[in-house]
T-cell receptor, first 114, second 115 residues
Framework: GESVGLHLPTLSVQEGDNSIINCAYS??????FIWYKQESGKGPQFIID?????DKRQGQRVTVLLNKTVKHLSLQIAATQPGDSAVYFC?????????????FGQGTILTVHP | DADVTQTPRNRITKTGKRIMLECSQT?????MYWYRQDPGLGLRLIYY???????NKGEISDGYSVSRQAQAKFSLSLESAIPNQTALYFC??????????????FGPGTRLTVL
C-alpha cells in the first residue's frame, strides 16, 4: 500500500488476479479523492474518483473504497491484466479555499506478470 | 492526454541558464497547474492559475515563475536553473465548476535535466 511520506511501495501480481492498492491520507477535511494511473513516459491518467459522502464506487474493473474513520482509500482492480502495470497515485482535495488543488500520494508500482 | 500539450518534451540545460516550459490546452478549461515529479515521489504543485488573471504559488514555487498568457497557455520558467531542478514536469488543467468533478487532465510531461 501507499502512504504520503513513505517510500514508494510495489505490488506484483499474476495476470487474472485481483489487485488492491492502498492509500492513507492525512487531511480530515479532504472530501474528494481520485485515483490516477501513470504509465512509463506518460502523464497521469484518471481512473476513478469518489466523494466523501460515499464509501464505495465502482467503475469498469475498478472499485474505490473510502474509510473516512481511519482516513484510508483503496483501489481494487479485478482480473488484473499486463496493461494495468503502471504507477498508481491517489490524490485528495479538501474543497473550500483548497478547491482545485490536489495533494498526491507518492504512488504504488503495480507489476502484472503474464 | 492529447488535449494538453507540453513543449519541449525533453530538455538538457546547464546550471544558470533560463528555461521556459510551455503548456497549451484545447479543453477550454479555466484552471491550469504545474507540477514536478521526482523519482519515488508523487507530484508536487509548483504554481496554479484559476483564470487568466489569477496566479498562485504551490508548495514548491521557489526558483520558478509562471505566466498565464491566455486561457489556453500557461508557461513555467526557471530563471536560473540548478541541478536539483532536474525532474519531470507536468502541466494539468481542470474545469472551474465547484460541483463538477475536480479531475485534472495531464499533459505528457517535460523531462528536464540540469547539468
Amino acid at each position: 500500500g501507499e502512504s504520503v511520506g513513505l517510500h514508494l511501495p510495489t505490488l506484483s501480481v499474476q495476470e487474472g488476479d485481483n489487485s488492491i492498492i492502498n492509500c492513507a491520507y492525512s487531511n480530515s477535511a479532504s472530501d474528494y479523492f481520485i485515483w490516477y494511473k501513470q504509465e512509463s513516459g506518460k502523464g497521469p491518467q484518471f481512473i476513478i474518483d469518489i466523494r466523501s459522502n460515499m464509501d464505495k464506487r465502482q467503475g469498469q474493473r475498478v472499485t474505490v473504497l473510502l474509510n473516512k474513520t481511519v482516513k484510508h482509500l483503496s483501489l481494487q482492480i479485478a482480473a488484473t491484466q499486463p496493461g494495468d502495470s503502471a504507477v498508481y497515485f491517489c490524490a485528495e482535495n479538501a474543497g473550500g479555499t483548497s478547491y482545485g488543488k490536489l495533494t498526491f500520494g507518492q504512488g504504488t508500482i503495480l507489476t502484472v506478470h503474464p | 492526454d492529447a488535449d494538453v500539450t507540453q513543449t519541449p518534451r525533453n530538455r538538457i540545460t546547464k546550471t544558470g541558464k533560463r528555461i521556459m516550459l510551455e503548456c497549451s490546452q484545447t479543453k477550454g478549461h479555466d484552471r491550469m497547474y504545474w507540477y514536478r515529479q521526482d523519482p519515488g515521489l508523487g507530484l508536487r504543485l509548483i504554481y496554479y492559475s484559476f483564470d487568466v488573471k489569477d496566479i498562485n504559488k504551490g508548495e514548491i514555487s521557489d526558483g520558478y515563475s509562471v505566466s498565464r498568457q491566455a486561457q489556453a497557455k500557461f508557461s513555467l520558467s526557471l530563471e536560473s536553473a540548478i541541478p536539483n531542478q532536474t525532474a519531470l514536469y507536468f502541466c494539468a488543467t481542470s474545469e472551474n465548476r465547484e460541483y463538477r468533478n475536480r479531475e485534472q487532465f495531464f499533459g505528457p510531461g517535460t523531462r528536464l535535466t540540469v547539468l
